[in-house]
């Protein structure tokens, strides 16, 4: 057996993993699973996903669809069925009209996105993204050998790239604009007007708008409208994930502009053949009505608790930027409370049994002064984390 040294040595990885990173947060997670396994109760803050399970009646339709039917491949671009159930969720949720043929599955929002840089970026190709920002997109501009543009955004653009960010930061190699609305970390939303400055800004350079609506359903307060009121040349992502709160299933889908279906087909086809055909059944009960009608109270649920904990934070000496719409995310400012995120992370995690991530995960702006605090706890576990919280930093004063 060769020692673990030589083996280290002999690795030869493609030089394009030097700029794939992995997230900070799983190492605040192993931290939390040791202490917990040490028998101490960790609060979970840092974890992106809600804490609810999936509706039953998805669940019901999975358990209805393996009996009755053989788990076979489907089509590369999802089965008709659900395609147009998608499309009849824009129509009656946002008065919007697209064809289900525009509509793409796909194996979470995750081989959305790589399907759209793969068929949109070619080497050297410049993608605009905000910082901070939800980190795998650089990863995947990386891994297909575009160069993410990292635009430094903060509470004066409610942490958004705005048509002016945008405009300053283009160059002639950008090839796409990307906007995630609501946002991961931040929760903040882009304007319908800004959208639409977005998408005639890349139409006239020839370029692309691609939006990240994966936390559409999480907007509290207000309903988000769809970036493809903007234009049928716009892309945009959306997921089974955090609305329908079905993570683990691996579903989303991607609306196209038509002529890239067919690219967006083939791509697919070769890199997953398919998306599951378990979670394409079960998603079909997704846009029943009562389903929706466990979403929204959950909804509600959630706003319950944004609305909890944004006054506590402040309370305790963060400072939050911009408030917060959708998702469910705050990403607040702890410069006033320490000079370095990550050991107030790990310190808060060992000291006070709470647990939320660094800004450092989300881009180079300024990461050292901000945190993410993800609320997927009940209003019962986040007041006794505030408790905690309170008591640490009254300690550490
Ligand atoms: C902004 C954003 N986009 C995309 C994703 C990918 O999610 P999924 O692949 O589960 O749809 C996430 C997951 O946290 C996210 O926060």
């Known amino acids: 057996m060769p020692a673990m040294d030589d083996h280290a040595s002999r690795l030869r990885v493609a030089s394009r993993m030097a700029s794939i990173e992995p997230f900070e947060v799983m190492e605040i997670q192993t931290l939390a699973r040791n202490l917990?396994?040490?028998g101490r109760d960790v609060i979970h803050?840092?974890?992106?996903?809600?804490d609810f399970t999936t509706p039953a009646p998805v669940v019901d339709a999975a358990r209805r669809a393996l009996d009755a039917m053989p788990m076979f491949y489907t089509s590369a671009l999802g089965i008709p069925a659900l395609r147009e159930a998608i499309s009849r969720f824009y129509r009656e949720r946002y008065r919007v009209e697209v064809p289900a043929e525009r509509i793409v599955v796909t194996a979470g929002s995750s081989a959305a996105l790589l399907l759209a840089f793969g068929v949109l970026l070619d080497a050297g190709d410049e993608v605009l993204l905000s910082d901070p920002g939800y980190p795998c997109n650089r990863h995947f501009v990386h891994a297909l050998g575009?160069?993410?543009r990292l635009?430094?955004?903060?509470?004066?653009?409610?942490y958004?790239?705005?048509p002016d960010l945008a405009d300053e930061a283009w160059t002639p190699r950008t090839r796409i604009a990307m906007v995630a609305s609501p946002s991961n970390p931040t929760g903040t939303l882009v304007e319908p007007g800004e959208i639409a400055a977005l998408a005639a800004m890349a139409r006239e350079r020839g370029a692309t708008l691609l939006v990240d609506e994966i936390y559409h359903g999480l907007t509290y307060g207000r309903d988000a409208r769809t970036a493809l009121e903007a234009g049928d040349d716009v892309f945009v992502?959306?997921?089974?994930?955090?609305?329908?709160q079905m993570t683990g299933w691996r579903l989303g889908w991607l609306v196209a502009p038509r002529p890239y279906v067919r690219e967006l087909e083939k791509l697919a086809q070769n890199l997953y053949i398919s998306p599951s055909t378990l979670a394409q059944h079960a998603a079909?009960?997704?846009?029943?009505?009562?389903t929706i009608a466990i979403l929204e109270a959950r909804r509600r649920e959630l706003q319950a608790r944004r609305d909890y904990l944004l006054p506590a934070l402040e309370a305790l000496g963060f400072r939050i930027g911009a408030k917060p719409e959708g998702a469910f995310y705050v990403y607040a400012e702890c410069s006033a409370l320490a000079d370095d995120s990550f050991a107030l992370a790990r310190e808060a995690l060992a000291k006070a049994g709470v647990a939320f991530t660094p800004g450092k995960d989300f881009g180079f702006n300024a990461p050292e002064r901000h945190i993410r605090i993800a609320?997927?706890?009940?209003?019962a576990r986040l007041e006794e984390a505030v408790a905690r919280l309170r008591a640490f930093l009254a300690g550490r004063a």
């Not at 609320?375 to 209003?379: A, K, L, R, W």
């Open 375 to 379: 609320y997927t706890q009940p209003v």
């Open 151 to 158: 635009v430094p955004v903060d509470s004066r653009s409610r």
């Open 45 to 50: 803050l840092e974890i992106g996903e809600p």
């Open 146 to 148: 575009g160069l993410p």
């Open 284 to 290: 079909l009960a997704a846009f029943e009505p009562g």
């Open 36 to 38: 917990e396994a040490q």
């Open 237 to 244: 992502i959306n997921s089974f994930s955090k609305y329908f």
């Open 160 to 162: 958004q790239l705005t």
